[in-house]
């Protein structure tokens, strides 16, 4: 199994990032997939989620309005559109498959975003 995630990246307050966590190796529809970030000295905490058909989705108070979950289920990845950025936003954003019908999950191993000017 492989997820990696990509598009991270040093970008100014209010600036856009789109963060991309390409899937393989499980049959990418039977996993609900979500966002998590993690900042030095802190857990890591839950950003976005969205089920296994793409048709619903949640965000954490913080990101709604800002962040968008989406995903491809023809090319197995996940995406997060991040607009509005703000220094809070910093840290490792990681991508998690769950199974809907089984305890398994698959993490990535992350991707860099930080915003500073």
């Known amino acids: 199994v492989s997820v990696v995630e990509s598009g991270g990246g040093l970008v100014e307050p209010g600036g856009s990032l789109t963060l991309s966590c390409v899937t393989s190796?499980?049959?990418?529809?039977?996993?609900?997939a979500s966002w998590h970030r993690q900042t030095p000295g802190k857990e890591r905490e839950l950003v976005a989620f969205i089920t296994g058909d793409g048709y619903n989705s949640r965000m954490v108070d913080s990101v709604k309005g800002r962040f968008t979950i989406s995903r491809d289920n023809i090319r197995d990845t996940v995406f997060l559109e991040m607009n509005s950025l703000k220094p809070d936003d910093t840290g490792v954003y990681y991508c998690?498959?769950?199974?809907?019908?089984?305890?398994?999950?698959?993490w990535g191993q992350g991707t860099l975003v930080i915003v500073s000017s």
């Open positions: 998690k498959l769950q199974g809907m019908s089984s305890n398994k999950e698959w």
């Open positions: 190796g499980v049959p990418f529809d039977e996993y609900h």
